[in-house]
């Protein structure tokens, strides 16, 4: 786990919560914690920079998402998110956004191991707060043959998937194991390292006195 820690004082509470991503799977995962918030676009240049490794773009993206949203907003907790997955440490592989694309990145992946880089970011602009994780997901892909990567493809399309795999449903079968300490990294999220983040700037979602309004039933 990698640590960014950028902040200069213990920042006071605000009551808006922003998630700086235009990710549905990703707003899914927070609506697990039962807390009212809204999403917005970041908007900002995913171009990985010359030399950069997979692990420094997935930290670098995640947080100037959330520091793109954090400065329109200076009085909102935001949060940042990116996901970055390799299949030989050095090389990033994104979202394939097309068949052939998805197709390519599967075949590739076959009997391999895929390493997945999915960063949280949580900042607060007015005050100064800026922490950001990074975890890491070890992916075994099963060997598998076209005729099966084609079915996966045609039902699932996975074309906005990090590594074309969306292992909340049918890709799990394209899986043989996966080795991380929070399962809900590989969907794009890491929520468990997110409530340590929370917990860093001094809000504990467990408690009546949490700051945000909880979402209706």
Not at 31 to 37: A, D, N, T, V
Not at 46 to 66: F, H, I, N, Y
Not at 73 to 90: E, K, M, N, Y
Not at 113 to 119: A, D, E, F, I, K
Request: with cysteine; net charge negative.
């Amino acid at each position: 786990m990698i640590i960014m820690n950028t902040f200069d004082s213990r920042p006071t509470a605000a009551t808006e919560l922003i998630l700086g991503s235009s990710s549905r799977y990703r707003a899914e995962l927070l609506q697990r914690l039962g807390l009212k918030f809204r999403t917005a676009s970041p908007d900002i240049d995913e171009s990985p920079q010359a030399d950069e490794t997979p692990q420094a773009l997935a930290l670098r993206l995640g947080r100037e998402k959330a520091a793109a949203i954090a400065a329109r907003h200076p009085g909102a907790w935001v949060i940042g998110s990116d996901q970055v997955a390799t299949l030989d440490g050095r090389t990033p592989i994104g979202k394939p956004l097309s068949v052939e694309r998805a197709l390519e990145q599967l075949r590739q992946a076959s009997g391999r191991t895929l390493q997945v880089y999915t960063s949280v970011s949580l900042q607060h602009a007015a005050s100064g707060f800026e922490r950001t994780l990074l975890d890491q997901v070890q992916v075994q892909f099963r060997v598998l043959n076209d005729s099966q990567i084609r079915h996966y493809i045609d039902i699932e399309k996975p074309l906005d998937c990090a590594g074309s795999v969306r292992s909340e449903s049918l890709g799990v079968a394209l899986l043989a194991k996966v080795s991380n300490q929070d399962p809900s990294a590989l969907v794009g999220l890491p929520m468990i390292l997110l409530c340590e983040l929370f917990s860093s700037a001094g809000i504990d979602l467990l408690s009546p006195d949490c700051p945000f309004e909880r979402a209706t039933p």
